[in-house]
């Protein structure tokens, strides 16, 4: 019962307009964040979709009828697809801001994909302010924060309910090129009204001893960065949400593949999905919340129809290892080299080198990640640029 404390029975609502059709395609407030959907206004996707609609000619239904026909059928106000931390996170959001009935599906299970192999991070380190995703990731922070500090008001343990530990990140240099980087990112970190300091390989080494012998010359420090147990956190998030499904506005689906669109055979509106084992009827909105896989599900759900999309999300390739129960050395901070920031190839080999796979190649782009997890484990992680994996020993 603690989890459903976070969710009120009678929340205030937002000014949503009720069972219009809509795809949102890419949800990212930042849809991480627990409250991100209360600053998001729907009038602006309808009307972008009532632009490509008038590009298109009506079509039935994206989906064969007669392969449908033995399908059980469900209705809901809206349908989200994908189950990560986002999907759910929207769901959440939906529940307790409104009264709208809201499915899950997924072709996995929550933490499967990138969720699960995600270390977690919730840093600025590694932002520029003034870019395209500056705003998106302070807010992103700040409603993370929010909502940690709403569990501990409620009596909880953010360490324990979401793996909540405020370490602060280093952004670690070894090259006078990369250490002039890191004061140069201090300074337009602090003018941006973060707390930032450049540490010089003596202060660096004070701080965090076991990067004794690194070959490290210093860092960009910023003490107020944190990070989450992704598994915990989905574990709350989806806690709560279940509590609506005894008021019958709650429902998942995992294990259930999207195949394809359900269109109105008068006007092509979207009116649902068909899954491997379902039809899941959409009253007002379809969410497509897949992650790195958003843009090539939403090609294989079009490619039947005459809209012409691009979805500019592709998975990237890293891996994640999980020394358990680690106890040679402690990391105090979260630890990140600098190139993992810019993911470029510092010293590309010749593309004409004699007997260099291009697998081999990519492997001088490599940059590390590591921290100490909320349960004691070492968490390490690179940068290569298609899937994310993670190992436990």
């Known amino acids: 019962m603690e989890a459903i404390s976070n969710f009120p029975s009678n929340p205030v609502r937002p000014h949503i307009n009720p069972c219009r059709n809509h795809i949102f395609s890419r949800f990212s407030i930042d849809s991480r964040s627990p409250n991100a959907f209360r600053s998001f206004r729907f009038s602006n996707v309808n009307a972008s979709l009532n632009s490509v609609r008038k ?17 059980d059928r469900e209705t ?13 996170t929207i769901a959440r959001q939906l529940l307790l801001l409104s009264d709208l009935s809201v499915a899950v599906v997924d072709a996995k299970m929550p933490c499967y994909g990138a969720t699960g192999a995600g270390q977690g991070y919730i840093w600025m ?7 395209d995703r500056w705003e998106l990731s302070m807010r992103s922070k700040q409603l993370w924060g929010l909502l940690a500090d709403s569990i501990q008001t409620q009596g909880m343990d953010p360490s324990q309910v ?22 140069n990112r201090v300074k337009l970190l602090s003018e941006a009204g973060l707390r930032a300091e450049y540490l010089s390989v003596t202060d660096l080494l004070s ?30 998030i989806e806690k709560g949400n279940k509590y609506f499904a005894s008021h019958g506005r709650y429902a998942e689906f995992y294990h259930n593949p999207v195949i394809s669109l359900l269109r109105s055979a008068q006007n092509g509106e979207v009116e649902g999905v068909r899954t491997s084992k379902k039809i899941l009827y959409s009253k007002c909105a379809l ?6 896989w958003s843009g090539s599900l939403m090609q294989s759900l079009v490619k039947d129809s005459d ?32 190139g993992y920031a810019d ?21 001088t782009s490599i940059s590390m990640t590591a921290t100490t997890d909320s349960m004691g484990n070492l968490v390490l992680g690179n940068s290569q640029p298609p899937l994310s994996r993670c190992f436990y020993l």
């Open 55 to 71: 590009q298109m000619r009506p079509f039935p239904c994206c989906c064969n009828l007669s392969k449908t026909a033995s399908l």
């Open 76 to 88: 809901f106000d809206v349908v989200v697809v994908g189950a990560g931390i986002i999907g759910l």
């Open 125 to 131: 380190i590694h932002k520029t302010p003034g870019s």
């Open 162 to 183: 979401l793996g909540w530990k405020k370490t602060g990140s280093l952004l670690l240099g070894r090259t006078p090129g990369e250490l002039a980087m890191l004061e």
């Open 207 to 236: 701080m965090e001893p076991a990067l004794e012998g690194g070959n490290v010359g210093g860092a960009a420090f910023l003490p107020d960065d944190c990070q989450l147990d992704a598994h915990r956190t989905v574990e709350f």
């Open 287 to 292: 969410v497509i919340a897949a992650g790195a």
């Open 307 to 338: 809209i012409v999309l691009d979805v500019p999300v592709k998975p990237r390739k890293g891996h994640l290892l999980v020394l358990e129960n680690f106890n040679q050395f402690e990391l105090k901070h979260g630890l990140m080299e600098a």
């Open 343 to 363: 993911h470029k190839i510092v010293k590309p080999l010749p593309s004409s080198a004699s007997g260099v796979t291009e697998e081999e190649q990519t492997l």
